[in-house]
C-alpha cells in the first residue's frame, strides 16, 4: 500500500523553484510534480519497516550493538534500480530538493508512528568538513530537513561532528566498515541533547557501522534516546 501523500507536497511546495527532471527516473516531470515524479514514488520499492520498527530487517541488523527505540527505512536499495538513481543524483548532481521531498513525504507517514512521534530532535550522519566543502551540502541533512519539517521539531545539522576523513566504505565487510569508522565522531557541544530523543538519519544503511559510530556518543548522555531513518536499506 501507498501512502504518500503527492497532492498535498506539491501544495506546500508551490512557489519553490525545482529541477524539471524526475531526480529517480530523469523523466519530465509534469506541473503537478515536484522533484520525484508520481510514477516513480509508486514503483520505486517500499520496506514499510514503519508498521514494525523494532522488528524489521533494518532495526535487526543493530540488535546487540546499540539500542535503539526504532528504525525504519524508506525504500530498498536495489543496484541498478531507480532508487540508486535517486540517491546518485541527490548525492552527487545536488538533488537536494529531491533528498527534501522525500524527507517530508516520509515524515507525514511516520510523524504519528511510534516511537517517531516523540522524536525531539533530527541529526544527520555528517560528511567530513573537507567532503562537505568540496560538495557543497550533506545529502543525509537534505532528507533530514524535509524529515524534520514533516515532525515538526529542529534539524541540527551540525549536531554530530565527524573528526577526521575515512576511505569509502563501499567495497568493506562489516568489520572494516566498523574499524573504518570507530571513534571519528564526537558531539558538538553546543547543542544540549540530554534526554532528548534524537532521530539520526542517513541516506543508505548497509552494515550500519556509521550509524552505530554516531549513535555511541549520543547514548552516552544521560536520559538520551536514538531512532534511526534511513532514505534507503540494503536488503538480503
Same mark, same amino acid.
Given at each position: 500500500?501507498?501512502?504518500? &501523500?503527492?497532492?498535498?507536497?506539491?501544495?506546500?511546495?508551490?512557489?519553490?523553484?525545482?529541477?524539471?527532471?524526475?531526480?529517480?527516473?530523469?523523466?519530465?516531470?509534469?506541473?503537478? *510534480?515536484?522533484?520525484?515524479?508520481?510514477?516513480?514514488?509508486?514503483?520505486?520499492?517500499?520496506?514499510?519497516?514503519?508498521?514494525?520498527?523494532?522488528?524489521?530487517?533494518? /532495526? $535487526?541488523?543493530?540488535?546487540?550493538?546499540?539500542?535503539?527505540?526504532?528504525? /525504519?527505512?524508506?525504500?530498498?536499495?536495489?543496484?541498478?534500480g531507480k532508487v540508486q538513481e535517486l540517491i546518485h543524483n541527490l548525492k552527487y548532481n545536488a538533488r537536494i530538493d529531491a533528498?527534501?521531498?522525500?524527507? $517530508?513525504?516520509? !515524515?507525514? *507517514?511516520? $510523524?504519528?508512528?511510534?516511537?517517531?512521534?516523540?522524536?525531539?530532535?533530527?541529526?544527520?550522519?555528517?560528511? &567530513? $568538513? =573537507?567532503?562537505?566543502?568540496?560538495? !557543497?551540502?550533506?545529502?543525509? /541533512?537534505?532528507?533530514? *530537513?524535509?524529515?524534520?519539517?514533516?515532525?515538526?521539531?529542529?534539524q541540527y545539522e551540525h549536531g554530530i561532528i565527524r573528526i577526521s576523513a575515512t576511505e569509502t566504505q563501499t567495497k568493506k565487510?562489516?568489520?572494516?566498515?566498523? =574499524?573504518?569508522?570507530? +571513534?571519528?565522531?564526537?558531539?558538538?557541544?553546543?547543542?544540549?541533547?540530554?534526554?532528548?530523543?534524537?532521530?539520526?538519519?542517513?541516506?543508505?544503511?548497509?552494515?550500519?557501522?556509521?550509524?552505530?559510530?554516531?549513535?555511541?556518543?549520543?547514548? *552516552?548522555?544521560?536520559?538520551?534516546?536514538?531512532?534511526?531513518?534511513?532514505?534507503?536499506?540494503?536488503? +538480503?
Amino acid at each position: 500500500m501507498i501512502s504518500f &501523500h503527492v497532492k498535498k507536497l506539491s501544495t506546500d511546495f508551490t512557489g519553490l523553484f525545482f529541477p524539471t527532471l524526475c531526480a529517480a527516473c530523469n523523466g519530465k516531470l509534469v506541473r503537478s *510534480e515536484v522533484a520525484i515524479c508520481t510514477g516513480c514514488l509508486l514503483e520505486c520499492p517500499r520496506t514499510f519497516d514503519q508498521q514494525n520498527p523494532v522488528d524489521n530487517p533494518l /532495526a $535487526k541488523v543493530f540488535w546487540g550493538r546499540i539500542q535503539l527505540q526504532g528504525a /525504519a527505512a524508506c525504500f530498498v536499495f536495489t543496484k541498478g534500480g531507480k532508487v540508486q538513481e535517486l540517491i546518485h543524483n541527490l548525492k552527487y548532481n545536488a538533488r537536494i530538493d529531491a533528498g527534501v521531498v522525500a524527507g $517530508k513525504l516520509f !515524515g507525514i *507517514e511516520i $510523524k504519528d508512528l511510534p516511537p517517531f512521534n516523540t522524536i525531539d530532535a533530527v541529526i544527520p550522519v555528517p560528511l &567530513h $568538513k =573537507d567532503k562537505l566543502r568540496k560538495r !557543497g551540502y550533506n545529502q543525509a /541533512a537534505a532528507f533530514g *530537513e524535509g524529515l524534520a519539517m514533516a515532525l515538526g521539531v529542529v534539524q541540527y545539522e551540525h549536531g554530530i561532528i565527524r573528526i577526521s576523513a575515512t576511505e569509502t566504505q563501499t567495497k568493506k565487510n562489516r568489520t572494516e566498515r566498523w =574499524d573504518n569508522v570507530e +571513534d571519528i565522531f564526537t558531539l558538538n557541544k553546543k547543542i544540549n541533547l540530554k534526554g532528548k530523543h534524537v532521530l539520526l538519519v542517513d541516506d543508505v544503511v548497509t552494515t550500519g557501522a556509521t550509524v552505530e559510530a554516531c549513535a555511541i556518543p549520543i547514548l *552516552e548522555l544521560e536520559g538520551t534516546k536514538v531512532s534511526l531513518v534511513s532514505l534507503a536499506a540494503a536488503r +538480503d
